[in-house]
C-alpha cells in the first residue's frame, strides 16, 4: 500500500529535551516535506526537500532541522524543543511535476510542557 | 511571494450546494490544489486545476479564473461527512512543489 509514514504519532515532551519524529514514504517520491499546522495560521512549511540532500528551509524553519539521506527518509530534528513548538506536524511527498498531488503522513501531535 | 484568501467559517445544510471560494495572488501561476481535512486528520487530495474552467469530479466540482486569480470549490448534495476543512493550495515555483497553502475554510453541514 501506498502511504507516507511518521512515527510517534503523539509525543509529550519537556523543554530542551531533542526529539526526532521520523518520515518515511514507499512511493519512491523525490519531493518530501515537513509541515505544522496550528489554529487559525493554517498549514505551513518548515522544510523540504526535492531530492537526496538537497533541502530548503520553508516559511518557518526556525528550531528545527531536516537531513535527507535517502530517498524514502526525510525526518525533523528538534534538537532544544520549546512550548511554542507544540503542534501538529505532518510529512508529505510527491513526485515533482506539474498536477501530482501531495501524500500526507497521519500527523505528529507533539506537546513540549 | 504567494497570498491566499478564503473564507475562515462557512455552515450548509445537508443535501444542499455550497460554494467555497479562494483568491491568491502569485508571481507566476502553476495550477491550483484543493484538499480536504477533517479534524485531526491529514489533508487528502481533492482536485488539480491548470486551465479555466470548471472540472467535475462525481459531488465535487473545481472551478478556476487565472485571469481574476480565483478559484471556488463546489460541493453538491452535501452529506454530514463533508463537514470538514477545505484548503487551497498554489506552488511556489513552477511545477508543484513546494505548496503553500490558504488558511482553510471549515465547513458544518447541519441537518
Known amino acids: 500500500e501506498a502511504q507516507v509514514t511518521q512515527n510517534p504519532r503523539y509525543l509529550i515532551t519537556v523543554t530542551g529535551k531533542k526529539l526526532t519524529v521520523t518520515c518515511s514514504q514507499n512511493m519512491n517520491h523525490e519531493y518530501m516535506s515537513w509541515y505544522r499546522q496550528d489554529p487559525g495560521l493554517g498549514l505551513r512549511q518548515i522544510y523540504y526537500?526535492?531530492?537526496?540532500?538537497?533541502?530548503d528551509k520553508g516559511d518557518v524553519p526556525e528550531g528545527y532541522k531536516v537531513s535527507r539521506k535517502e530517498k524514502r527518509n526525510f525526518p525533523l530534528i528538534l534538537e532544544s524543543p520549546s512550548p511554542n513548538q507544540t503542534s501538529l506536524y505532518f510529512c508529505?511527498?510527491?513526485?515533482?511535476?506539474?498536477?501530482?498531488?501531495?501524500?500526507f503522513g497521519p500527523g505528529t501531535r507533539l506537546t513540549v510542557t | 511571494g504567494q497570498n491566499i484568501d478564503q473564507p475562515t467559517e462557512m455552515t450548509a445544510t445537508e443535501g444542499a450546494i455550497v460554494q467555497i471560494n479562494c483568491t491568491y495572488q502569485t508571481s507566476g501561476f502553476n495550477g491550483l490544489f484543493w484538499y480536504q481535512q477533517h479534524a485531526g486528520e491529514a489533508p487528502t487530495f481533492l482536485s488539480y486545476n491548470v486551465l479555466d474552467g470548471l472540472e467535475e469530479k462525481g459531488r465535487f466540482s473545481s472551478f478556476l479564473s487565472r485571469s481574476k486569480g480565483y478559484s471556488y470549490l463546489l460541493l453538491k448534495e452535501l452529506q454530514m461527512k463533508d463537514s470538514a476543512s477545505y484548503l487551497c493550495?498554489?506552488?511556489?515555483?513552477?511545477?508543484?512543489?513546494?505548496?503553500?497553502f490558504g488558511k482553510g475554510t471549515r465547513l458544518s453541514v447541519i441537518a
Open positions: 493550495a498554489v506552488p511556489l515555483v513552477a511545477g508543484n512543489t513546494p505548496l503553500v
Open positions: 508529505a511527498s510527491t513526485r515533482t511535476g506539474f498536477s501530482h498531488e501531495q501524500y
Open positions: 526537500s526535492m531530492n537526496v540532500e538537497v533541502t
